[in-house]
């Protein structure tokens, strides 16, 4: 259609630098929950979050890692100014709510990573092939499918939120949030269950629910670059965990 | 082949219209019409021919449907993909996967089809349906006869016997209706079944064995092709259908209503800008009040950034808009305009149709609600939840709401996508309600019966320019037909 948007669109699935088998990102998804739990000090989870970040890097999220590598400092910053100039009650509020945003981090970015590298049919061949049923694996494969979609919903609410008056912004929120929330999660949550119930019917009558073991186009299997990661991330989050 | 025996269908629910005593015997390589008003049942029944009914939709079910003989109940839904493939009617949410390839080989991945056997499909179906320039690529990023034709490719690749197809044609331009067409007949040349639910019917016309009319869930008539064809549009009407012909629309050159203090939208040099590419350019024009204008064009033209841009909802890169002689800034814009959105399900936000009216106004005049909820019809239904409305209530409650906090342009985007012809003069008689009441009326449509009813003014985007501005007379109706079936 256009040269710009096609590029794009490339960009985000195909110029891969180096690909990832879907149950390795799992894993690794699974490993950094832990490790958030498990974290000893600060220390660690700078380089959790350096080494998620480099991750997402060479497989070709240029966007994504300098956007998340952004709001990480935004949110250290944050921290930092609120312990140096604030007290009391103001400082205790601000410090435990960059505290809190700080630790999910390293899993909303491995869950970004996820979503936006894999593919859903490798996904689904992935988790086949470790015998995971498909009375589990499809509503998984629905809900990835659906976060994408999230974002063109909310493109379209912003819309209506601006036509009426309401502001969809961070300041809009504050000054009158209840109202805020309500505009977005009433059409949310309608388009969400409309779409919920297309989605299964469609899969339905293209027969998702086919017993026999599913192929895929793509190839899906473990690569050298697979036990590279994954021994780079064990080994740092258990030797991290005793070291740092 | 496909034999549909005295059957019933009413859904648990209540809130979809079931169907009554359907008999319908289709022979192979037969291409069946279902159409009939908005809520005739044609769905149901296309449900009720691809297992999804009784097997994802519960009701009460009579009678059977026989697939060679054989039940369709008492089949896995898995086995009958294999034999019925079914095209739907949202191209949004058919698909199960984000990128393009990945989607086309869905069905085959299910079956199991070997990797070789995927590739050379792949290959034949490429230039079968000509999709070269839509491999590899984003889902998200195709318009919506991209997306049908994808949705296609998928359901042609597994090879069934039997397509179904629901309203196909929704979401698509002319061009993009041609391409259908062209798909159409070529499962007809590859003697499949087909059955296709449609409001539009002009596309179809040389490619149907047979039409059947449904109302309220019962068959009223079925023609032959030769038959149907010679329908006069009186009783095209009377059964509740859009024309046949394209070229034989009639034009109802509405004047404008005469208006005192007439409104004036200026677009001066207007360029606009998607992800920094020039999606249109130099774009000049002056709107009156009263007047109805039509913005046409392919889809991927920018029909919807240019509407967005009127309503102060995207950035102008270079130019001005100005209301009245003041210039107007992107706040201002947004305050004088409302959209109606194509799925209005996105602007409704209270829990009744009257908060909703007055919803984020500041100073509400209770007169004025009173007022515009009876002109739209409304009145009866202020305590009932806007989601329990039926599409047309909630397209009338989304301009009541613009109406009641005095906006002064007013954009609909594909108002008539899917509406059967009663319900889209519906549409155009509130369209020409808004005119009498002064107000600037933009209509993004493909719709050329409903651009014939309503509209006085046509503006026309394409190669990222303005291609056509002008007043809809006499002397150029010929040529608007021309620009719709070239």
Redesign the interface.
């Known amino acids: ?6 590029l ?3 960009m ?3 110029v891969f630098t180096f690909k990832l088998d879907p149950r390795t990102k799992i894993y690794l998804l699974l490993l950094v929950n832990a490790a958030v739990f498990l974290s000893p000090s600060f220390q660690f989870e700078r380089i959790l979050m350096a080494i998620i970040l480099s991750l997402c890097f060479l497989m070709g999220m240029f966007s994504f890692s300098l956007k998340m590598m952004l709001g990480y400092g935004l949110i250290l910053g944050v921290h930092l100014v609120s312990e140096m100039f604030l007290s009391g009650a103001w400082e205790l509020m601000f410090v435990s709510f960059t505290m809190f945003i700080r630790k999910i981090f390293p899993c909303v970015v491995m869950g970004g990573l996820l979503v936006g590298t894999t ?3 490798e996904f689904m ?1 992935a988790l086949g092939k470790i015998r995971i049923s498909k009375k589990v694996i499809i509503p998984l ?1 629905v809900m990835l ?1 659906y976060f ?2 999230i974002g ?2 909310w493109r ?2 912003k ?2 939120m ?5 502001s969809p912004s961070i300041i809009g929120f504050l000054k009158n949030p209840v ?1 805020t929330v ?2 977005i999660y ?2 949310l949550l ?2 969400a269950s ?2 919920a119930d ?21 190839h899906v299997s473990f690569q050298f670059s697979d036990s590279i990661v994954m021994f780079i991330f064990t080994f740092f989050v258990f030797g991290g965990v005793f070291i740092c | 082949m496909l034999k549909i025996e005295q059957y019933s269908f009413h859904y648990t629910d209540e809130k979809s219209e079931g169907i009554e005593n359907i008999n319908i015997h289709v022979k192979k390589g037969q291409c069946i019409l279902l159409c009939g008003k908005s809520g005739c049942g044609k769905t149901t029944i296309i449900r009720a021919i691809n297992g999804l009914i009784p097997y994802f939709y519960a009701g009460k079910l009579k009678g059977q449907v026989l697939l060679n003989n054989q039940p369709v109940e008492n089949r896995k839904m898995y086995e009958l993909s294999e034999q019925v493939g079914t095209v739907f009617q949202n191209p949004r949410s058919q698909f199960f996967n984000v990128d393009t390839d990945s989607e086309i080989v869905f069905g085959m991945e299910n079956m199991a089809y070997p990797k070789e056997m995927m590739e050379e499909r792949m290959r034949q179906i490429t230039s079968e349906l000509r999709l070269e320039r839509l491999r590899r690529r984003n889902i998200f990023h195709l318009s919506g006869g991209e997306k049908q034709k994808i949705a296609f490719a998928s359901v042609y690749a597994v090879a069934p016997d039997i397509f179904v197809l629901d309203e196909p044609s929704s979401n698509l331009d002319a061009a993009a209706i041609e391409d259908l067409k062209g798909m159409i007949a070529l499962l007809k040349m590859q003697g499949k079944t087909i059955i296709v639910s449609e409001h539009r019917l002009y596309y179809l016309k040389e490619l149907i064995d047979r039409a059947i009319v449904l109302n309220k869930g019962q068959i009223v008539s079925v023609y032959s092709q030769k038959d149907f064809l010679q329908l006069s549009d009186l009783q095209l009407r009377q059964l509740g259908l859009r024309t046949l012909y394209l070229d034989n629309v009639q034009f109802q050159h509405k004047s404008l209503p005469a208006e005192q203090k007439v409104h004036e939208l200026v677009v001066k040099d207007v360029t606009i800008s998607h992800k920094k590419r020039k999606v249109l350019e130099n774009i000049q024009f002056t709107a009156k009040s009263g007047e109805i204008i039509a913005i046409t064009g392919h889809n991927g033209a920018g029909k919807t950034t240019f509407a967005r841009a009127i309503c102060g909802l995207h950035k102008l890169s270079s130019g001005n808009i100005y209301f009245n002689k003041q210039k107007l800034t992107l706040k201002k814009q947004a305050q004088l305009s409302y959209m109606v959105m194509q799925d209005v399900n996105y602007q409704l936000f209270a829990e009744t149709v009257e908060k909703e009216c007055v919803f984020g106004v500041k100073n509400v005049n209770p007169n004025l609600v009173r007022k515009v909820l009876e002109e739209m019809d409304l009145l009866e239904l202020v305590n009932r939840h806007p989601n329990t409305l039926s599409g047309g209530q909630k397209q009338r409650l989304a301009v009541a709401a613009s109406l009641i906090s005095e906006k002064e342009i007013i954009v609909f985007d594909e108002p008539t996508s899917g509406l059967d012809f009663d319900s889209m003069q519906k549409v155009s008689s509130i369209l020409q309600n808004l005119a009498e009441a002064n107000k600037i009326i933009f209509v993004i449509t493909h719709d050329l019966e409903f651009i014939a009813s309503c509209c006085h003014r046509i503006l026309r985007f394409g190669d990222g320019m303005k291609q056509d501005d002008y007043k809809l007379n006499k002397e150029n109706h010929q040529y608007t037909i021309e620009t719709f079936t070239r």
């Open positions: 259609m256009n040269k710009g948007e096609e794009q669109g490339n985000h699935m195909h593919k859903i049919n061949t494969a499918r994408p979609m063109e919903d379209y609410i819309d209506a601006k036509l009426r008056g309401i109202q309500e505009c009433v059409p309608m388009a409309k779409i297309e989605l299964s019917a469609a899969s339905i009558a293209r027969g998702i629910e086919n017993p026999k073991e599913r192929t895929c186009f793509q």
